[in-house]
């Protein structure tokens, strides 16, 4: 289940990435987790097992492609957080100013909390 949480998780923000709609790379993904179930529950104990590996791979590979389409927010991050340190400030994050897309949750965070008064 694991594999299909993280699978599904990079597989979405790859979707997001590039603006892609279809819902059919979601679902090509959960029936081929269905299948790996069902023929791993029928089948013997190794070649569940190298259906387990085949899942991991999957996952690795998907997560490879979104550790590169995350190296640049992340590096902005990065920067951000050193130049609040050279400042002598206690680094908080602020995704407006990291310019970081997508951090809904740290955005309206910022905006009903001034960052004055979280340093």
Do not use: H
């Not at 991991?56 to 490879?64: E, H, L």
């Amino acid at each position: 289940m694991f594999y299909m949480y993280m699978a599904d998780t990079g597989l979405a923000y790859i979707k997001r990435c590039f603006g892609i709609t279809w819902k059919w790379p979601g679902v090509v993904l959960k029936l081929g987790f269905l299948a790996c179930v069902y023929v791993g529950s029928v089948t013997s104990a190794s070649f569940a097992w190298s259906l387990g590996d085949l899942g991991y791979g999957a996952m690795a590979w998907i997560n490879v492609v979104v550790i590169v389409l995350l190296a640049k927010p992340a590096l902005r991050v990065l920067r951000d957080y050193e130049k609040q340190r050279k400042a002598g400030l206690d680094p908080v994050f602020d995704a407006v100013t990291a310019k970081v897309d997508g951090a809904d949750f740290w955005v309206q965070d910022s905006v009903s909390t001034p960052v004055e008064e979280l340093r």
